[in-house]
Antibody, heavy 120, light 106 residues
Framework: QVQLVESGGGVVQPGGSLRLSCAAS????????MHWVRQAPGKGLEWVAF????????YYADSVKGRFTISRDNFKNTLYLQMNSLRAEDTAVYYC?????????????WGQGTLVTVSS | DIQMTQSPSSLSASVGDRVTITCRAS??????LNWYQQKPGKAPKLLIS???SLQSGVPSRFSGSRSGTDFTLTISSLQPEDFATYYC?????????FGQGTKVEI
């Protein structure tokens, strides 16, 4: 069965860095686009970043552009999110989600999320 | 960027009620509109894709429709397990946007 397991969350000071991972299994990872989506405490869902199945194209929300980097290792079936220059407003649960490599594909499966807290 | 305006932000309903949630896109997104259900402490779950395509395993009391840039999620007869927050989301361009969410409460 499809599994996405996020890890790497924790408490970090403002201005610090953190790298999230998302381990994938149960589907052909190298054929799937992948997203990061976050949810601040008590708030709605915010799309963060997307990477094509082969890593050829990456897209970012304006709120994280220049600070976050999405990447993937198709040999390890793992998605990453490198987060630098973290701010208090980056505090959220971060989810990874998969999509099919077709235009308009929905986020058809999500991981359970990892909590990132930015606080001094 | 395409904006998604979802309404209402919350609603109170009873078991057996018919519930309607709407989502308006700021420009044409064709049928690239998806609906998700999220329960407290859980990840979102895809209910409907492409405006009206019900996902496998999702009860038939859920349905979706489109009229231009207006999209609707309908729950025909609300069940106890349907109390949750619902989000619309467009997947039309390379800037995926979610609606603000609708919390369905008892």
């Amino acid at each position: 069965q499809v599994q996405l397991v996020e890890s790497g969350g924790g408490v970090v000071q403002p201005g610090g860095s953190l790298r999230l991972s998302c381990a994938a299994s149960g589907f052909t990872f190298s054929s799937s686009g992948m997203h990061w989506v976050r949810q601040a405490p008590g708030k709605g869902l915010e799309w963060v970043a997307f990477i094509r199945n082969d890593g050829s194209n990456k897209y970012y929300a304006d709120s994280v552009k220049g600070r976050f980097t999405i990447s993937r290792d198709n040999f390890k079936n793992t998605l990453y999110l490198q987060m630098n220059s973290l701010r208090a407003e980056d505090t959220a649960v971060y989810y990874c989600a998969k999509v099919r490599e077709v235009p308009g594909s929905p986020f058809d499966f999500w991981g359970q999320g990892t909590l990132v807290t930015v606080s001094s | 960027d395409i904006q998604m305006t979802q309404s209402p932000s919350s609603l109170s309903a009873s078991v057996g009620d018919r519930v309607t949630i709407t989502c308006r896109a700021s420009q044409s997104i064709n049928n690239y509109l998806n609906w998700y259900q999220q329960k407290p402490g859980k990840a979102p779950k895809l209910l409907i894709s492409a405006a009206s395509s019900l996902q496998s395993g999702v009860p038939s009391r859920f349905s979706g429709s489109r009229s231009g840039t207006d999209f609707t999620l309908t729950i025909s007869s609300l069940q106890p397990e349907d109390f949750a927050t619902y989000y619309c989301q467009h997947s039309y361009s390379f800037s995926w946007t979610f609606g603000q969410g609708t919390k369905v409460e008892i």
